[in-house]
């Protein structure tokens, strides 16, 4: 099994920064993807960047380009989401995930087994 531990939502206001961790421990696989998705109140989850654990290689949503950095620090398995330039309608749950099933595109959530339990984004106008 795989834990993931996210930290380092809030409260913050638009135009605002923040960093979110994700801490992995457990039978991490030899070369997952980590992604990270959000949902909001009323809305389906939806995908916001993803990171190869190895290769490197990021995917970012369009809706986040420009304003989301994704990386990795293999020696502390953890994985980060930083996020400048916040808009209100960036509050969501953020969620940090391990892709297992590797047919499915690192975009869609079902591609992914391991969950975190989320960290709180609010961005106030």
């Known amino acids: 099994q795989v834990q993931l531990v996210e930290s380092g939502g809030g409260l913050v206001q638009a135009g605002g920064s923040l960093r979110l961790s994700c801490v992995a421990s457990?039978?991490?696989?030899?070369?997952?993807?980590m992604g990270w998705f959000r949902q909001a109140p009323g809305k389906e989850r939806e995908f916001v960047a993803a990171i190869g654990w190895n290769v490197g290689g990021t995917y970012c949503a369009d809706s986040v380009k420009g304003r989301v950095t994704i990386s990795r620090d293999n020696a502390k398995n953890t994985v980060y989401l930083q996020m400048n330039s916040l808009k209100p309608e960036d509050t969501a749950v953020y969620y940090c995930?391990?892709?297992?099933?590797?047919?499915?595109?690192?975009?869609?959530?079902?591609?992914?087994?391991?969950w975190g339990q989320g960290t709180q984004v609010t961005v106030s106008s």
């Open positions: 457990g039978r991490i696989s030899n070369n997952p993807t």
């Open positions: 995930a391990q892709r297992t099933k590797i047919t499915i595109s690192a975009m869609r959530p079902e591609g992914y087994d391991y």
